[in-house]
């Protein structure tokens, strides 16, 4: 089972051109923390022991997170390595950032998460992507 994610907990902004996380940022005016950047998961990219990884479903509008979520990557938590993008129809999937110099693709989104975000998962629920 996977965590429905507490709306709030993240905003959606669309990146309009390449651009690194730092400027980004102070476009559209957030400050940066290592961590508050969640972007698409479009390419293969190295994940760490604690790399968020987060699925919106776009019929539902929810996003998701959790274990499960993680494990879709064949890279749990806890563990580093090497990650392919997620292709599920109907679903976008997201991967933290650390980073103030990382590189956002014009065309996609970013989920940011504020300083005063919900950190925690209050209610269950299931994702299905094979039905």
């Known amino acids: 089972m996977c965590t429905i994610v507490p709306q709030g907990r993240f905003e959606f902004y669309d990146v309009c051109?390449?651009?690194q996380v730092k400027p980004f940022l102070q476009g559209i005016p957030r400050p940066f923390r290592a961590g508050c950047i969640l972007y698409e998961f479009t390419k293969p990219v190295i994940l760490r022991e604690s790399n968020e990884v987060v699925a919106y479903e776009q019929?539902?509008?929810?996003l998701y997170s959790g274990d499960e979520v993680r494990n879709l990557t064949g890279i749990p938590y806890g563990v580093r390595g090497r990650a392919k993008p997620?292709?599920?129809?109907?679903?976008t999937f997201f991967v933290q950032?650390?980073?103030?110099t990382r590189k956002l693709l014009g065309g996609t989104t970013v989920l940011y998460k504020p300083a005063n975000s919900l950190?925690?998962?209050?209610s269950g629920g299931q994702l299905r992507l094979f039905s």
């Open 17 to 19: 051109e390449d651009i």
């Open 86 to 91: 997620l292709i599920v129809p109907g679903f």
């Open 59 to 62: 019929a539902t509008k929810l």
């Open 97 to 100: 950032s650390t980073s103030h």
């Open 119 to 122: 950190d925690t998962h209050t």
